[in-house]
């Protein structure tokens, strides 16, 4: 996926696929109540139509600033890091927890599920977003979760992004490290979650396999 440079909310909705489509389900779905309106006797009343179209409108900014925040974040880091090198990986979440998230922990909102996720590589951690298939797990049109700085266990962030604290998951019998698993967890409400890393584990490893 090429890099996300975005001019603003609207450019974001020109030129991605599953948002342009989230707009245009929602002019579609607020055409037919107003379609519906008209055919009614009363139709012609002022007052609907000014209620109906204030909702629309004020959903449709709601749907494009909530896509664009995560977008936002992301071009602010990558602008402050021009040269770190980014990669899209291959992951799972497990253990995924409903009720103590942030907005970065909706990493993935299919729990187990095999999806994408867009890595900022800096030295000693990583920016993480994860990219959510529209409207399937796996669909290439791609909306992206808040991003999050992953650190070291007891390391604090420097990027100014939520942070959460990164540590490999050994094996219980023999007590070896489990090659490309490791455990997430949130300062802030010590939520935790397991990632699961598909591809690229060598940029991950290197920064967390001796956490």
């Not at 379609?35 to 004020?58: H, N, Y």
């Not at 977003?129 to 409207?135: E, I, T």
């Not at 998951?169 to 890393?197: A, C, H, Q, W």
Request: aromatic share 12%; glycine share 10%; hydrophobic share 50%.
């Amino acid at each position: 996926m090429e890099e996300w440079r975005f001019k603003g909310p609207w450019d974001a909705v020109w030129r991605l696929p599953a948002l342009r489509g989230a707009v245009g389900g929602l002019a579609v779905l607020f055409g037919g109540v107003f379609a519906l309106i008209v055919a009614l006797p009363g139709g012609e009343d002022s007052t609907a139509w000014a209620v109906l179209g204030g909702v629309f409108l004020g959903t449709l900014v709601l749907v494009v600033l909530v896509a664009w925040w995560p977008i936002a974040a992301w071009q602010r880091v990558r602008g402050a890091w021009p040269d770190a090198h980014v990669v899209d990986a291959e992951v799972r979440v497990l253990n995924w927890d409903p009720f103590k998230q942030r907005r970065w922990t909706v990493m993935s909102p299919w729990n187990g599920a095999h999806h994408r996720a867009r890595w900022l590589l800096l030295e000693g951690r990583l920016v993480w977003m994860g990219l959510q298939g529209v409207p399937w797990p796996d669909s290439r049109h791609a909306l992206p979760s808040h991003p999050v700085e992953l650190v070291p266990i007891g390391a604090q962030g420097v990027t100014g992004l939520p942070h959460a604290w990164v540590q490999p998951v050994f094996d219980r019998t023999s007590k070896e490290r489990v090659p490309g698993r490791y455990r997430l967890s949130d300062p802030s409400n010590r939520s935790e979650m397991t990632l699961v890393i598909r591809t690229h584990e060598g940029e991950f490893a290197a920064r967390f396999a001796g956490a």
